[in-house]
């Protein structure tokens, strides 16, 4: 963050005469031809998790900025230019924090409102019906060798017990296969959905279950009603649920209208 704060003095001193830099705020110093001012300050205190400081941590900052301020006046009056990488991360930062302020502006503009949640609130209760199922699944890239999996099991070779130990011991880092615990249908593919609103409890489905993850023997160990939270405890959830969702349609509108051209990879 140091080596951020110095490129961001010298570019302060080497395009004071282009414009590109608009810093309005309060000039605490001058070093040779480079301002310190008050919003640099600012920054390089949050930069150092100072935003509390005291008056003997905002000093020891300052004296820090006028050494780094003179150490860049020294760069720019011997014309020494940043370099490539140095401009690069200035140029990521600076399409950071484009990004950011775009997509703010976008969430600003479209506020998700009270009755946008109300709305989201009642169509989640609607597709969750009160239930939450405990279910066991083994998941596989390969439809056949789930077949063969689940054609073993119905051939009593072994149990779907042992085919999930089994399974489990030989993915260790797998996530989110074997038994998940208690779901609700809302936090399940649509095909895993339609099959467990058919199935009994202690029941292994009749078919593999395909969807976008790959092949699926699916087994329901339980399954129980469950009372939902009132619309004020599911409120602020679901309002970042919708602000998320908003932040991926402003993301794909601005891929799409920007015409991306990938050159190479």
Not at 205 to 228: C, I, Q, R
Not at 240 to 254: G, P, V, Y
Request: hydrophobic share 45%.
């Amino acid at each position: 963050m140091k080596r951020v704060v110095l490129m961001a003095l010298c570019l302060a001193g080497c395009t004071e005469k282009s414009g590109t830099v608009n810093d309005s705020s309060e000039v605490l110093a001058v070093v040779g031809d480079i301002p310190v001012t008050a919003n640099v300050m600012d920054v390089a205190l949050k930069s150092r998790g100072l935003v509390q400081a005291g008056p003997a941590e905002k000093q020891a900052v300052f004296d820090e900025l006028i050494r780094e301020a003179a150490m860049a006046n020294q760069a720019v009056k011997s014309a020494l230019p940043l370099n490539a990488e140095q401009l690069a991360l200035l140029q990521y930062q600076q399409m950071k924090y484009q990004a950011h302020n775009a997509l703010e502006s976008y969430l600003k503009k479209n506020p998700v409102t009270d009755a946008d949640i109300a709305a989201e609130y009642e169509k989640v209760i609607k597709a969750t019906k009160g239930l939450q199922f405990h279910v066991q699944h083994l998941l596989f890239k390969d439809e056949v060798e789930a077949v063969k999996v689940l054609d073993g099991i119905n051939g009593n070779d072994y149990s779907f017990e042992q085919a999930m130990t089994s399974y489990v011991a030989a993915r260790p880092n797998v996530r989110n296969v074997g038994d998940i615990g208690w779901v609700n249908l809302q936090q399940m593919p649509e095909p895993l959905r339609l099959a467990l609103e058919q199935m009994s409890v202690g029941q292994l489905y009749p078919e593999v279950v395909l969807s976008d993850f790959g092949a699926h023997v699916l087994y329901l160990k339980d399954k129980k009603t469950v009372e939902p939270p009132s619309l004020a405890e599911a409120s602020a959830g679901i309002k970042k649920t919708l602000e998320q969702r908003l932040k991926s349609k402003f993301t794909q509108l601005a891929t799409a209208k920007a015409k991306v051209k990938v050159l190479k990879q």
